[in-house]
């Protein structure tokens, strides 16, 4: 390891702290990682820098557990049963720490796109075409003026509302691989639409991924349409 490897690896290991330290005091940062509380202070302030084995072992430690109860502490919902993920897609830090551990954990294929639906899947999906190297594409409920192709799916929900969703037709390519992925999966409708939109343009698909499952029904629906894994890092 050269010295920008060890520095960049001695920096990451600083924002996860600093991203898990916004939902944790500092004894029960260090009950969880093993560390003492003074050091822990000292890095999370930038006064210090974590020597390159202990670095190695902050981010070695984040593991599924450890986000999905980081996802946890910063989901809010309300009476009605509404879900506010504003502190988890609002914070890139955070979602850069998921997108390996999700890829691990669901064991996706690398994909050539990452695709989402506008507007809070795409923090998400940013984070995870960083990882994989891949492209980011998002659907949107309208059309750009500019663009001249598209592909377009359609739905209607179980509410009677159609839905439709555009992506410019050059941002999937025939043959690529194709993650789909979204903050908040429920109905699975939004999904489905998705993934009819890499259909559409003859693509394979690598995976679904979610950050949230909001109980069972989406996850069962997208895994009766794809082969490929499918799964949320947290459960409500």
Not at 75 to 84: F, H, T
């Amino acid at each position: 390891m050269n010295r920008a490897e060890k520095a960049a690896l001695q920096l990451r290991a600083v924002d996860v702290l600093r991203t898990l330290k916004e939902t944790r005091t500092y004894d029960e940062l260090a009950a969880e990682t093993g560390l003492p509380a003074g050091d822990l202070n000292r890095y999370v302030n930038g006064h210090v820098l974590p020597g390159v084995e202990r670095a190695e072992e902050i981010v070695a430690g984040v593991g599924r557990d450890t986000l999905e109860a980081e996802l946890e502490a910063r989901i809010e919902r309300d009476a009605d049963g509404y879900i506010d993920n504003s502190r988890v897609v609002f914070d890139q830090s955070l979602l850069d720490l998921v997108a390996p551990v999700a890829g691990e954990a669901f064991g996706f294929e690398r994909p050539d796109v990452v695709l989402t639906a506008a507007t809070d899947g795409i923090t998400l999906a940013a984070a995870m075409a960083a990882h994989y190297g891949a492209t980011v594409a998002y659907a949107k409920k309208s059309k750009e003026t500019a663009v001249e192709e598209f592909i377009e799916s359609r739905q209607r929900l179980a509410s009677g509302i159609e839905l439709t969703y555009y992506l410019p037709a050059e941002a999937i390519d025939a043959g690529d691989s194709v993650l789909v992925v979204d903050d908040l999966i429920r109905s699975g409708e939004t999904q489905e639409l998705l993934l009819d939109i890499a259909d559409r343009a003859g693509a394979d698909v690598a995976g679904v991924f979610a950050l949230i499952a909001a109980g069972d029904e989406g996850i069962d629906r997208a895994r009766d349409r794809v082969e490929a894994p499918v799964g949320a890092l947290a459960s409500l």
